[in-house]
C-alpha cells in the first residue's frame, strides 16, 4: 500500500503550447490571468516568486482557507519550453505536509494544447485529506482560470473557478 498520493489534473486549452508555456513562465502573463504580483526567471534555478490575490469565497466549500496562500519563493527545475514546467517551492513552516514538486506537462492536442499537471508526494494517511483537498482545489481552480484566459481573454482572478 502507498505512502504518498499524487494530484493529476488534465485539461485540454485552445491555444499553442508555447502560449500555455508563456503563461506558467512570464511575470508578467502570470499577473494577468492568476496572480497579483509575481516575479520569474524562467531559467533553471531561476527564481520564482508569486503572490495570490485575495479570492471572494475563501473559506467556502469551494476554496478552503488554508488553500489561500498569500505569497510563496521557489524555483523553475526543469523547463523545456512548449513542452514542460517545474517549479519547486520553498514552503514555509506552516505547510509541512504540502510537496515541493510541482510539474506541468504540455502536449499538442489537435488544434490546441493537453496540460497534465502533477502535485506528486502527498501523504496518503487520513491526517493529510484537509491539506491534499485544499491543494485539489487549488490547481483546479488554477487551471480553470489559465483555460478562460488563454480561451477568452478574460480573467478573474478574484473569484475562485472549477473546472467543467
Same mark, same amino acid.
Not at 514546467?85 to 494544447?113: D, I, M, N, T
Not at 494517511?125 to 489559465?146: I, N, P, T
Given at each position: 500500500?502507498?505512502?504518498?498520493?499524487?494530484?493529476?489534473?488534465? +485539461?485540454? +486549452?485552445? %491555444? *499553442?503550447? @508555447?502560449?500555455?508555456?508563456?503563461?506558467?513562465?512570464?511575470?508578467?502573463?502570470? #499577473? $494577468?490571468?492568476?496572480? %497579483? =504580483?509575481?516575479?520569474?526567471?524562467? $531559467?533553471? /534555478? !531561476? $527564481?520564482?516568486?508569486?503572490?495570490?490575490?485575495? +479570492?471572494? !469565497?475563501?473559506?467556502?466549500?469551494?476554496?478552503?482557507?488554508?488553500?489561500?496562500?498569500?505569497?510563496?519563493? =521557489?524555483?523553475? &527545475?526543469?523547463?523545456?519550453?512548449?513542452?514542460?514546467?517545474?517549479?519547486?517551492?520553498?514552503?514555509? *513552516?506552516?505547510?509541512?505536509? &504540502?510537496?515541493?514538486?510541482?510539474?506541468?506537462?504540455?502536449?499538442?492536442?489537435?488544434? =490546441?494544447?493537453?496540460?497534465?499537471?502533477?502535485?506528486? !508526494?502527498?501523504?496518503? /494517511?487520513?491526517?493529510?485529506?484537509? &491539506?491534499?483537498?485544499? #491543494?485539489?482545489? =487549488?490547481? @483546479?481552480? #488554477?487551471? %480553470?482560470?489559465?483555460?478562460?484566459?488563454?480561451?477568452?481573454?478574460?480573467? #478573474? *482572478?478574484?473569484?475562485?473557478?472549477?473546472?467543467?
Amino acid at each position: 500500500m502507498s505512502k504518498t498520493r499524487d494530484l493529476r489534473f488534465t +485539461i485540454v +486549452i485552445k %491555444a *499553442k503550447p @508555447e502560449q500555455v508555456y508563456k503563461a506558467l513562465t512570464s511575470a508578467r502573463e502570470l #499577473c $494577468r490571468w492568476w496572480l %497579483a =504580483g509575481a516575479e520569474t526567471d524562467a $531559467r533553471s /534555478a !531561476g $527564481r520564482l516568486r508569486l503572490v495570490w490575490p485575495k +479570492i471572494s !469565497g475563501a473559506g467556502s466549500r469551494v476554496f478552503p482557507p488554508h488553500a489561500a496562500f498569500g505569497e510563496l519563493e =521557489g524555483s523553475f &527545475v526543469d523547463l523545456e519550453p512548449g513542452r514542460k514546467v517545474a517549479w519547486v517551492w520553498k514552503l514555509p *513552516k506552516r505547510r509541512p505536509q &504540502v510537496p515541493a514538486l510541482s510539474s506541468f506537462f504540455l502536449q499538442p492536442k489537435g488544434r =490546441g494544447c493537453e496540460v497534465l499537471l502533477l502535485h506528486a !508526494g502527498f501523504s496518503a /494517511a487520513a491526517a493529510g485529506d484537509r &491539506v491534499y483537498a485544499g #491543494c485539489a482545489q =487549488g490547481w @483546479e481552480d #488554477c487551471l %480553470a482560470k489559465l483555460k478562460l484566459y488563454l480561451e477568452t481573454g478574460r480573467t #478573474c *482572478k478574484d473569484q475562485a473557478l472549477t473546472l467543467k
